[in-house]
Nanobody, 122 residues
Framework: QVQLVESGGGSARAGGSLRLSCRAS???????MAWFRQASGKEREGVAA????????GYADSVKGRFTIISDKTKNTVDLEMNDLKPEDTAMYYC????????????????WGQGTQVTVSS
């Protein structure tokens, strides 16, 4: 079992930045660490993932060029650097670990954090 704990959420104005961090309780054999988000009244969606085996990080089109996912295996952490935030980025952000066929396949992530809220005002 792996516990994931997110931190770093909060409020920001449009155009601002926030950095989220996810710490895993131990090193895992899971191939991917990912960030998902769920806005009020919407389905949970993939934001970004970083996987092993030499694959490039994956990003949702809506965050490409603005968000960067960063992994530190020595600390068992995966961070999400969010720049140029927009009101539509407002959501609960979740860290996840798994071995999906495709990084955005939410059903293939067995481990989830409790989430951290991000609110962006215009």
């Amino acid at each position: 079992q792996v516990q994931l704990v997110e931190s770093g959420g909060g409020s920001a104005r449009a155009g601002g930045s926030l950095r989220l961090s996810c710490r895993a309780s131990r090193a895992t054999s899971n191939n991917c660490m990912a960030w998902f988000r769920q806005a009020s009244g919407k389905e949970r969606e993939g934001v970004a993932a970083i996987c092993t085996r030499g694959r490039a990080p994956g990003y949702a089109d809506s965050v490409k060029g603005r968000f960067t996912i960063i992994s530190d295996k020595t600390k068992n952490t995966v961070d999400l650097e969010m720049n140029d935030l927009k009101p539509e980025d407002t959501a609960m952000y979740y860290c996840a670990a798994g071995s999906p066929g495709r990084w955005y396949n939410i059903a293939e992530y067995p481990y989830w954090g409790q989430g951290t809220q991000v609110t962006v005002s215009s």
